[in-house]
């Protein structure tokens, strides 16, 4: 399996040879350039992030973080995920696609299934991974997906174990060598997905779901449900002892998801620094015989992992 991590507006190609050396098989970014913000705002996005901090705003950008991926041997991605692309943000987008391919980005992310095919039709050299925003929950879904043009699908955050290896199961049979990539650390929904429409990153420290998440890691420690000064002392401390853990994790559940037939990891990244998530997982990965309790010694939270709050896949990883 290969690790896939988001990269932030932020990030320069020291930042990616980092991440290649902690084990990073790929990368996607969201690009906004400024003539797409003139026209439409920060408000409307088209890869779902609202922050400028989360966009890469900069052809010059662009391309030294392609660059620096392809200087390590690994491919790059575009997320053109919202919802709802009108005629006119289409315009747009395919402008941003051309400029973003011919800077050296190998696929694109979307969400909105009439996009897909226009995409597939074209950009014929580029690979279509289907957003895990997209709203993919069953094996018809997918199978829309793959007939449209899609050669990767990223399984929702919220999808749930059960009906993740339903759907894989049928999808492998009916599909073979396809791509399917799914969430593994970092930055949860309160909601899901598809059907959300808060950002999960205005504010890194509150935000409406990593507000959330707060709650629920203090909650695990006795707390109340409601944050008192201490309370949220105690959630900065966290934050700033253990970074890497901005949400969930699925790192109990990676063999199962190897057996299962996953080929990518996700981590999302695009609002934090993913360099300690992806060391992990890369442990989990290169250790022979890794399981659920090397994953928790890995955690160092035991009272968190037994509680499952923060777990991706909490039937799979156990009580």
């Not at 400024?34 to 920060?42: A, C, I, L, P, V």
């Not at 919202?82 to 969400?111: D, F, Y």
């Not at 899609?150 to 749930?160: D, H, K, M, V, Y």
Request: aromatic letters at 10%.
């Amino acid at each position: 399996m290969k690790i896939v991590v988001g990269l932030p507006g932020t990030a320069d190609a020291r930042y990616v040879r980092r991440l290649c050396e902690a084990g990073a098989g790929g990368f996607f970014l969201g690009y906004s350039p400024s003539d797409w913000t003139r026209e439409f705002g920060q408000e409307f996005s088209p890869n779902r992030r609202y922050r400028r901090s989360s966009q890469v705003s900069t052809g010059r950008i662009l391309e030294e973080l392609c660059a620096a991926a392809h200087g390590c041997g690994r491919p790059i991605s575009i997320a053109f995920n919202e919802h709802l692309v009108t005629p006119r943000a289409w315009e747009k987008g395919r402008r941003l696609i051309r400029e973003a391919r011919s800077a050296g980005i190998s696929g694109v992310i979307v969400a909105d299934p009439s996009v897909i095919g226009i995409v597939s039709e074209e950009f014929p050299d580029l690979a279509i991974h289907v957003s895990g925003d997209a709203g993919l929950y069953n094996a018809a879904a997918g199978d829309l997906f793959f007939s449209l043009g899609a050669s990767r699908l990223i399984f929702p955050r919220e999808i749930g174990w059960k009906n993740l290896l339903a759907t894989m199961s049928s999808l492998k049979k009916a599909r073979g060598s396809r791509e399917f990539e799914v969430f593994v650390m970092g930055e949860p929904c309160v909601y899901d997905g598809a059907r959300c429409f808060t950002e999960h990153g205005y504010s890194l420290d509150r935000d409406f779901c990593v507000g959330h998440s707060a709650k629920i890691l203090c909650r695990s420690r006795g707390r109340p449900q409601y944050m008192t000064p201490r309370e949220d002392e105690f959630w900065r401390q966290y934050r700033n002892r253990r970074p890497w853990l901005f949400g969930k994790c699925g790192l109990c559940a990676i063999p199962l998801l190897a057996g299962a037939g996953v080929t990518h990891l996700k981590v999302p990244g695009r609002a934090s620094d993913a360099l300690a998530s992806v060391r992990l997982i890369r442990r989990m990965l290169d250790v022979s015989g890794a399981d659920r309790a090397f994953a928790r010694t890995l955690m160092g939270m035991p009272k968190l992992c037994e509680s499952r709050l923060l777990c991706y896949y909490p039937e799979a990883c156990g009580a």
